[in-house]
């Protein structure tokens, strides 16, 4: 087990690079590491830290902040059209990717270049262009904080959700997920091309799942900005989903609204087309901004601090609910 540090600067380990410390600072890279760093706490706070593409810090942590490192990719099982994987929760989601394309395994290439770890992808249930988590995912083993008993948890304990699960919900703060088992697919692959922007950018294309990959990040470079290059942590809120006689009233006034219907009762409304339509893109309040082509990601200029991006946010969801009746969820977790 690593050393213990104590006032640690978080900054390096977000994505949208705020300054915030936190009182305790570790790096466990093993499950027994896990349980002996939850036993000798001694701080009455804990966070939980994989890739930080996903949190935003808006003010010091009087806690210990324990960021997880469990790497490898095993085989668990495998027959002559599937194979079962457990990956570790601090291997990269996106390097994750790479390693099923370079062995020709499919199911997640619609996937690629999302950012963060493989132990967040459970919590998110992670998606992009017609794909979840929950299409591929077996399931996953987690430490109960409380007791430091490891626990499995199927799909079906999972309670998966559009960006939900349980343990966002109904075991928020209570578990710690330190591997996750795939399945995925050996050729001949079923390929996912059915999102608009994605079987346009796949015309004339033969279908790999290599292929999908590339128009994917393709498609993600020229809508996201790099948080190499400006701090962000992506989509920043969730799409809505609201009552199609909600959408039919707004369309009355906003005739151009997009739409998705997601059953018999309800529809999903693009959160980017609602902020844009308010004005919001581009949108800046000294260094905490929206980005100028992508309204739906909240970016950090350079010294904005949580506290500002936090307050744009909330800006965002105030005039979102004045004029659309809506209420923005956030995608990104705020401490």
């Not at 942590?61 to 990719?73: A, C, S, V």
Request: aromatic letters at 8%.
């Amino acid at each position: 087990m690593n050393a213990l540090v104590h006032n640690y600067t978080i900054t390096p380990h977000t994505t949208f690079g705020v300054a915030a410390k936190t009182a305790g600072f570790l790096t466990v890279d093993s499950t027994a590491a896990l349980q002996e760093a939850l036993a000798l706490n001694t701080f009455s706070k804990l966070r939980i830290l994989g890739g930080g593409s996903n949190m935003l810090w808006t003010k010091d942590f009087e806690g210990l902040t324990l960021k997880i490192g469990i790497k490898g990719i095993c085989v668990e099982s495998e027959n002559a059209t599937t194979i079962t994987v457990a990956v570790g929760a601090g291997e990269n989601w996106h390097n994750f990717v790479l390693w099923t394309l370079a062995n020709n395994y499919g199911g997640v290439e619609n996937l690629a270049l999302i950012p963060g770890n493989m132990g967040a992808a459970p919590i998110q249930n992670i998606g992009a262009y017609g794909v979840e988590l929950k299409d591929s995912f077996v399931c996953c083993d987690a430490l109960e904080i409380s007791t430091g008993a490891l626990k499995r948890f199927t799909a079906k304990d999972c309670k998966f959700g559009y960006r939900e699960s349980v343990f966002k919900n109904d075991l928020k703060g209570q578990y710690i997920i330190t591997s996750v088992q795939l399945q995925l697919q050996k050729p001949p692959h079923q390929l996912n091309t059915s999102y608009g922007r994605l079987e346009e950018a796949l015309q004339g294309t033969p279908p790999t799942i290599q292929n999908v990959a590339n128009a994917v990040i393709a498609i993600r470079q020229s809508k996201l900005p790099n948080p190499n290059e400006i701090g962000n942590c992506g989509s920043f809120f969730k799409n809505p989903i609201i009552s199609k006689q909600h959408y039919n009233r707004l369309v009355e006034n906003h005739p151009k609204l997009p739409h998705y219907t997601v059953d018999d009762v309800k529809v999903k409304v693009p959160a980017a087309w609602l902020i844009d339509t308010l004005g919001f893109k581009g949108y800046r309040k000294g260094d905490a901004g929206v980005h100028h082509s992508q309204p739906l990601v909240l970016v950090n200029h350079g010294n904005a601090s949580g506290k500002e991006l936090h307050a744009l946010s909330q800006e965002i969801k105030a005039a979102v609910a004045k004029t659309f009746a809506i209420h923005l969820e956030e995608e990104v977790n705020i401490y």
